[in-house]
């Protein structure tokens, strides 16, 4: 009964890991968003275009990349 820890560990802290990492890049996506709406304001579009592509890029990677393909995927035992 003991050995089942150390096997639940190593199955929860890569899921873990994954959800942290994709709720700091998602957060950061909408950040970067936002703060490009409001360079867009200030009619600084350069900026806001870079910071538009970055958002879109971070949300990517959260929402989709890892979200998607690594937490969901693992928790219900989809193969892909």
Request: hydrophobic share 55%; with cysteine; charged share 10%.
């Amino acid at each position: 009964m003991g050995t089942a820890i150390p096997e639940l560990l190593a199955e929860l802290l890569p899921m873990a890991a994954y959800t942290i990492a994709a709720g700091l890049l998602t957060i950061g996506g909408f950040a970067a968003e936002y703060a490009s709406m409001q360079h867009v304001g200030a009619g600084e579009t350069t900026v806001a275009f870079w910071l538009a592509a970055i958002g879109c890029v971070m949300l990517y990677a959260g929402v989709y990349g890892l979200g998607y393909q690594k937490v969901l995927a693992r928790a219900f035992g989809i193969e892909q």
